[in-house]
């Protein structure tokens, strides 16, 4: 057992977390993590699952199992491909031009697949430290995605946040969120599921919120260059993705799906 010490320090430091925001998510001491990291004293087997969950992996690849097999990059696009999320083939694109994978965001239609997905987005979240204030689903798929996220964030991480979504139609009393109601000053990550010449998504942000708030970043599963590029010129922010067209090549090439 004593490679799992070894193998913990790893997740740790892939995640960007120190050993003090391990011990707070185990509910135990930083002496006791530094020791497992040292391979002087080993993790009690009741902690195994928790620790396994935390880190979205399996007990088998703390054991070094396949640890270094898939990257978290690599697990989500397998992920994608278990869930009939991402199929290949030869495909035309809503704004022109063809791809030869398609990722059909419809597919994330189980409690269990909505929950992981919103464990990877706030895993982007807080690798790429961005500070907000609340969280926005951009109807319809967003919707759900936030929601997964911010429940992901609290869990995972402790984070409290402010939570809304967009309506598609006002209601009678004329708003336009549901939920919180974003504030000047407030720092926002819109969630969406997929972004390709990121023309939509400017249309509905134009409409939903003026320039007294600060778009934090906007995050969704998948991104093409030209939309990303757009949105991030137009708002001044960043465009996050769980993964790129690069990866999802570099997977198929590399026989990951």
């Known amino acids: 057992m004593e490679e799992i010490g070894t193998n913990i320090r790893l997740l740790r430091k892939t995640k960007n977390i120190t050993q003090e925001e391990l011990a707070n998510a185990l509910h135990i001491s930083y002496q006791a993590v530094?020791?497992?990291?040292?391979?002087?004293?080993?993790?009690?087997?009741?902690?195994?699952?928790?620790?396994?969950?935390?880190?979205?992996?399996?007990?088998?690849?703390?054991f070094g199992f396949?640890?270094?097999a898939m990257t978290n990059k690599e697990r989500f696009i397998r992920f994608m491909a278990d869930t009939g999320v991402l199929t290949f083939g030869n495909y035309t694109l809503k704004a022109g031009g063809h791809s030869n994978y398609y990722i059909n965001s419809e597919n994330f239609c189980t409690n269990a697949q909505i929950a992981k997905l919103g464990e990877f987005?706030?895993?982007?979240?807080?690798?790429?430290?961005?500070?907000?204030?609340?969280?926005?689903?951009?109807?319809?798929h967003g919707i759900s995605?936030?929601?997964?996220?911010?429940?992901?964030l609290y869990q995972k991480y402790g984070i409290t946040t402010n939570f809304c979504h967009d309506r598609k139609v006002k209601d009678s009393r004329g708003r336009i969120f549901c939920g919180h109601m974003p504030e000047p000053g407030e720092r926002i990550i819109i969630i969406d599921?997929?972004?390709?010449?990121?023309?939509?998504?400017?249309?509905?942000?134009?409409?939903?919120?003026?320039?007294?708030?600060?778009?934090?970043?906007?995050?969704?599963?998948?991104?093409?260059?030209?939309g990303a590029i757009l949105l991030e010129k137009t708002y001044k922010t960043k465009v996050l993705s769980v993964i790129h067209d690069e990866d999802i090549i570099c997977a198929l090439k590399d026989g990951i799906i």
Request: with cysteine; aromatic share 8%; charged share 20%.
């Open 193 to 226: 599921d997929l972004i390709s010449s990121g023309q939509t998504l400017n249309e509905r942000i134009e409409f939903l919120i003026d320039r007294t708030k600060t778009i934090a970043a906007i995050l969704v599963i998948a991104q093409r260059e030209e």
């Open 34 to 62: 530094s020791k497992w990291e040292n391979n002087s004293s080993q993790p009690d087997i009741a902690l195994l699952p928790a620790i396994a969950n935390y880190f979205g992996t399996s007990i088998d690849e703390l």
């Open 145 to 152: 995605f936030a929601a997964a996220t911010a429940i992901a």
């Open 121 to 140: 987005f706030a895993d982007c979240i807080r690798e790429n430290h961005i500070e907000f204030d609340c969280i926005v689903g951009m109807a319809y």
């Open 66 to 68: 396949k640890l270094q």
